[in-house]
């Protein structure tokens, strides 16, 4: 069974073919037969088109915003020129999209009706950067393929199981009647993580209490329990919990009023400030980006220096709040770009879980580990570095959700 699987950021796009045999009931041989991605920020106006397949890298620059036409040059590789690994679009028996948010309503995957599409399309105004291009996706493969068998498989699914007392947040109750509550998003990477976990130490998921650490450009963690997301960090959007990238993560929202208020600033601008221009962008004055700011700490810039230490005051703040909601936990995983790749980030996170019962094993840290337990023998907490891969998530769940239909 081929598997294409849509990926759509708000800047970006990352698509994979997936080959899942048939009759594979472990789900555990899953080939990759050709990926690309397309990138709007390395260059203003410019869309950087990366497709990998056949052992070929193709890679070309176009000049252009209109994201539609670039993924249908990116998808088009699949089918003519050196990356070609299809004889036709019918060879494709099913496309996964991750959909960003999903509400109240979708807490698993589901195949995508006018429904569906319709509710995908409402939700548009509480994910605004990513529902649309989502919906954009699925419009495009409708065109591209004569009978699409469509799954979104949504972000915020995973925590649909938390508490009420987890999701409500202290506001007015009719509020929360309109929805105004926690989601949570990451959703498919936390759940993949957990099962991930569970697999490498050998033991029932059910039995683990863990907390993953989801850093990369957006950052989020899930306290899970029971194999269900319990408690996350992230709120009705992606901009609630940890200091990120270019977001702030918590504040007061009083600095809202007083924006609003003394300084007379639009929502719009507002919006960009917290989403776009804050962060470790906004401390540093100078990346968002964490190689940039451990190499300035390097050179003793004292803002990169600050916007670290802020990162992990507030990293360790929230993991302390995860704890508090798991009431003590066994398993803590780092992963996506910064938790898989910034050993000091790690090291100086951990070194202040010790009263948790967290050590590590600083050479392993320090080792490049790649799906590994890097906690010490003595730690009663085990440190798991886990290469996160939402994509493959996605096409194990369209499997899973093709054999049901049967
Ligand atoms: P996204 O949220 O866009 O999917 P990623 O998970 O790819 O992001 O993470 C991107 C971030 O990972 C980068 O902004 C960078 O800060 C961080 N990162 C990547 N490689 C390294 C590294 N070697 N050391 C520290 N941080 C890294």
Redesign the pocket.
């Known amino acids: 069974m081929k598997i294409l699987v849509l990926n759509a950021?708000s800047s970006?796009q990352k698509s994979c073919l997936y080959y899942i045999p048939d009759d594979d009931r472990s789900k555990t041989v899953i080939t990759q037969l050709w990926s690309g991605s397309i990138d709007w920020t390395k260059q203003q106006g410019m869309a950087t088109i990366e497709v990998e397949s056949n052992g070929v890298v193709l890679e070309e620059t176009k000049k252009t915003d209109d994201r539609l036409a670039v993924m249908e040059r990116l998808l088009n590789t699949m089918c003519e020129g050196d990356n070609a690994i299809l004889e036709s679009w019918e060879e494709i028996d099913f496309v996964g999209h991750r959909i960003v948010h999903g509400g109240s309503r979708y807490q698993k995957p589901t195949w995508i009706t006018e429904e569906v599409k319709s509710a995908i399309a409402q939700l548009a105004s509480l994910a605004p950067n990513h529902n649309p291009a989502n919906l954009q996706g699925i419009k495009l493969m409708e065109e591209l393929l004569p009978n699409p068998s469509q799954v979104a498989v949504f972000d915020t699914a995973f925590h649909s199981q938390m508490p009420t007392e987890a999701t409500i947040y202290p506001l007015p109750y009719h509020w929360y009647e309109q929805g105004i509550r926690r989601y949570g998003f990451h959703g498919i990477s936390h759940q993949y993580c957990a099962q991930q976990t569970a697999k490498l130490l050998k033991q029932p998921l059910d039995k683990l209490r863990l907390i993953t650490c989801h850093l990369?450009?957006?950052a989020s963690l899930a306290a899970i329990k029971n194999s269900y997301s319990i408690d996350t960090t992230m709120g009705f959007t992606p901009l609630e919990g940890l200091m990120m990238?270019t977001r702030c993560g918590s504040i007061d929202p009083g600095i809202l009023i007083y924006l609003l208020r003394e300084q007379e600033l639009t929502a719009d601008q507002i919006d960009e400030m917290l989403n776009k221009e804050s962060g470790l962008k906004g401390i540093s004055g100078m990346a968002?980006?964490?190689?940039t700011i451990?190499e300035a700490m390097q050179e003793n810039k004292e803002r990169a220096q600050l916007a670290f230490d802020a990162y992990i005051h507030y990293l360790c703040r929230q993991i302390g709040a995860m704890a508090a909601s798991l009431e003590g936990f066994d398993v803590l995983v780092f992963t996506?770009?910064?938790g898989e790749?910034?050993a000091i980030?790690r090291q100086e996170t951990c070194q202040r879980l010790q009263y948790l019962g967290v050590h590590l094993d600083i050479e392993k840290n320090r080792d490049s580990p790649n799906n590994e337990d890097i906690a010490a023998d003595q730690s009663q907490v085990r440190v798991l570095v886990l290469h996160t891969d939402e994509d493959c998530a996605i096409a194990q769940a369209v499997w899973q959700l093709a054999q049901v239909k049967g």
Do not use: E, K, P
Request: charged share 10%; hydrophobic share 25%.
């Open positions: 950021g970006s990369g450009n957006g990238g968002s980006d964490m190689r451990t996506a770009g910064v790749n910034s980030v």
